[in-house]
């Protein structure tokens, strides 16, 4: 049974840099074709995709966000952590991690329930 | 940067109904094309990936079609827990993920 949990602060501060720690379960990111990525929605808004890191260490980022994001994993401790710097109070969202296996074209077939981010002074 | 612009935006139809949902790439994705479901306070759940293939678990009613730019995701028959918001997000190059499609009780 595959389960993720976002986890980190609730309120930063503009300027501030997230750091926001993705812990799973019931895989393994050393797996060939194994991926974690991250993606935001504002409140009431859509789904913007992040940024996600496979099996291999590759990684990729929303050309709009790259220069703000990094994305890494400890595959000892279930672990993908992204980091965002320059916080505004646009950057308010729940943020999700999901997983996606290599047959899946893709497709994030597991998610996490997500943490609420608030930016605000 | 591929966009992904999906049509309509909002609709609303009645339990029974068959509604179909667009959703089109700037550039051709070949068939790197999925849909998720999502509903208030709920992470998205994954209903089909590769353009038509159907998710485990997920309802028969629920199918996709479509290669290169264009894509369709149709419900056969609407029922009640098929009220939600629907995205399509494109694998091909990054990811990216269309606006939503609103899908209400009429």
């Known amino acids: 049974q595959i389960t993720l949990k976002e986890s980190g602060p609730t309120l930063v501060k503009p300027t501030q840099t997230l750091t926001l720690t993705c812990t799973f379960s019931g895989f393994s990111l050393s797996t060939s074709g194994v991926s974690v990525g991250w993606i935001r929605q504002p409140p009431g808004k859509a789904l913007e995709w992040l940024a996600l890191i496979y099996w291999d260490d590759d990684k990729r980022y929303s050309p709009s966000l790259k220069s703000r994001l990094t994305i890494t994993k400890d595959t000892s401790k279930n672990q993908v952590v992204l980091t965002m710097t320059n916080m505004d109070p646009v950057d308010t969202a729940t943020y999700y991690c999901?997983?996606?296996?290599?047959?899946?074209?893709?497709?994030?077939?597991?998610w996490g329930q997500g943490t609420l981010v608030i930016v605000s002074s | 940067d591929i966009q992904m612009t999906q049509s309509p935006s909002s609709l609303s139809a009645s339990v029974g109904d068959r509604v179909t949902i667009t959703c089109r790439a700037s550039?051709?994705?070949?068939?790197?094309l999925n849909w998720y479901q999502q509903k208030p306070g709920r992470a998205p759940k994954l209903l089909i990936f590769a353009a038509s293939s159907l998710q485990s678990g997920v309802p028969s009613r629920f199918s996709g079609s479509g290669s290169g730019t264009d894509f369709t995701l149709t419900i056969s028959s609407l029922q009640p827990e098929d009220f939600a918001t629907y995205y399509c997000q494109q694998s091909y190059s990054m990811r990216t993920f269309g606006q939503g499609t609103k899908v209400e009780i009429k």
């Open positions: 550039q051709s994705i070949s068939s790197s």
């Open positions: 999901a997983h996606t296996a290599g047959i899946l074209n893709g497709a994030m077939d597991h």
